[in-house]
């Protein structure tokens, strides 16, 4: 697990990195803390999927981090952020950048504690891959990344935010999916497609419409069941 501390007070970021340090000891998770000390050092060094979770102050000098988190979500929107705060001013924008969390400095020992544990876990769900062989090569996708899987004739096409992929015929749609429906995030909406719920805007009378868009069914006969499971997801997941 890769963190980032960003703060422009040295003290801060000092005695935060050792509250983190002392909460993850206590877990089987091999951890990495980097500190920055302003917006800008750290935005040279991130790249899409190389932290799990930044910790990021608000009020700095030159980039606040309300301006920074703006382009790590464009970035990486599966990279969690918890601003640091005096006050909660911007708590209205961040959800413009999927804020995980706001905490009030001085942040304590108690407060790590309890948000720690489940930023482990999701670290551990982005690790997820789906492998796929596609042009004669080999490909590692994240299920974060998936937005749904859909069986089209004898092919498979894998939709993600930005892109789409077909595989041919050489595996079944059940044997591509069987590990992928193991994850508490997808589901079979009908048959032949499979959607990531994480990435559902709404469940609108028979359609799942999701973030890009795309509406995507849901079978009248699995209606009520992917409806209560779709709404349990919401209520303990985001």
Same mark, same amino acid.
């Given at each position: 697990m890769r963190i980032a501390v960003i703060d422009d007070l040295e003290k801060d970021r000092e005695r935060l990195s050792i509250l983190i340090e002392e909460v993850l000891k206590k877990y089987n998770c091999p951890f990495l803390i980097e500190c920055h000390s302003s917006a800008e050092d750290f935005l040279e060094v991130f790249e899409e999927?190389?932290?799990d979770l930044c910790f #990021?102050?608000?009020?700095m000098d030159g980039m606040n981090g309300m301006e920074a988190s703006q382009k790590i979500a464009l970035m990486d929107p599966e990279c969690r952020i918890i601003f640091l705060t005096?006050? #909660?001013e911007y708590l209205s924008q961040g959800?413009?950048?999927?804020a995980w969390r706001y905490l009030i400095k001085p942040v304590d020992a108690q407060i790590i504690g309890q948000v720690l544990p489940e930023c482990i876990e999701q670290a551990e769900l982005n690790k997820r891959r789906l492998s796929v062989r596609l042009n004669g090569r080999n490909y590692e996708i994240p299920y974060s990344k998936i937005l749904y899987i859909v069986r089209v004739k004898r092919n498979i096409e894998i939709h993600m935010r930005n892109r789409m992929v077909t595989l041919s015929s050489t595996q079944s749609f059940q044997e591509t999916t069987e590990d992928v429906l193991k994850d508490y995030r997808f589901i079979l909406s009908c048959k032949g497609v499979v959607v990531n719920m994480a990435h559902v805007?709404?469940?609108e009378k028979a359609d799942f419409i999701m973030d890009n868009g795309d509406r995507i069914p849901v079978s009248q006969r699995r209606l009520s069941a992917v409806t209560d499971t779709y709404l349990n997801f919401v209520f303990e997941y985001l």
């Amino acid at each position: 697990m890769r963190i980032a501390v960003i703060d422009d007070l040295e003290k801060d970021r000092e005695r935060l990195s050792i509250l983190i340090e002392e909460v993850l000891k206590k877990y089987n998770c091999p951890f990495l803390i980097e500190c920055h000390s302003s917006a800008e050092d750290f935005l040279e060094v991130f790249e899409e999927e190389s932290f799990d979770l930044c910790f #990021m102050d608000i009020f700095m000098d030159g980039m606040n981090g309300m301006e920074a988190s703006q382009k790590i979500a464009l970035m990486d929107p599966e990279c969690r952020i918890i601003f640091l705060t005096t006050s #909660m001013e911007y708590l209205s924008q961040g959800y413009n950048v999927r804020a995980w969390r706001y905490l009030i400095k001085p942040v304590d020992a108690q407060i790590i504690g309890q948000v720690l544990p489940e930023c482990i876990e999701q670290a551990e769900l982005n690790k997820r891959r789906l492998s796929v062989r596609l042009n004669g090569r080999n490909y590692e996708i994240p299920y974060s990344k998936i937005l749904y899987i859909v069986r089209v004739k004898r092919n498979i096409e894998i939709h993600m935010r930005n892109r789409m992929v077909t595989l041919s015929s050489t595996q079944s749609f059940q044997e591509t999916t069987e590990d992928v429906l193991k994850d508490y995030r997808f589901i079979l909406s009908c048959k032949g497609v499979v959607v990531n719920m994480a990435h559902v805007s709404k469940l609108e009378k028979a359609d799942f419409i999701m973030d890009n868009g795309d509406r995507i069914p849901v079978s009248q006969r699995r209606l009520s069941a992917v409806t209560d499971t779709y709404l349990n997801f919401v209520f303990e997941y985001l």
